[in-house]
Nanobody
């Protein structure tokens, strides 16, 4: 199973930007679909974005509606890393952000379909 580690979280003012990284070890991340999820205090973990495992015809990327136009997911297979660029951050984006890997084909935005998870990184957006 692939091991994942997130980094890049922190405290930022509303309107600011952060770039989260999800570094993999133990397995090559290129064969996995990778997703970003977030969990705010008292709320369920929710889908943010996902990127497919291959790029022969361009990566298949999906976003939750609440981040479209503000966040961008990308991957660097040579570095075994997936990124989440977050721009125009809002206080409601405050949460612990997790990356997760899925070794099955096909799009999914469900927590239950991702088998490997990182420990999470805290993102706090002040107003």
């Amino acid at each position: 199973q692939v091991q994942l580690a997130e980094s890049g979280g922190g405290l930022v003012q509303a309107g600011g930007s952060l770039r989260l990284s999800c570094a993999a070890s133990g397995r090559t991340l290129s064969s996995y679909i990778v997703g970003w999820f977030r969990q705010a205090p008292g709320k369920e973990r929710e889908f943010v974005a996902t990127i497919s495992s291959n790029s022969w015809n361009g990566y298949n990327i999906r976003y939750a509606d609440f981040v479209k136009g503000r966040f961008a997911i990308s991957r660097d297979n040579a570095k075994n890393t997936v990124y989440l660029q977050m721009n125009t951050l809002k206080p409601e984006d405050t949460a612990v952000y997790y990356c997760a890997a899925r070794d099955s084909s096909g799009y999914s935005s469900h927590v239950r379909d991702f088998g490997s998870w990182g420990q999470g990184t805290q993102v706090t957006v002040s107003s």
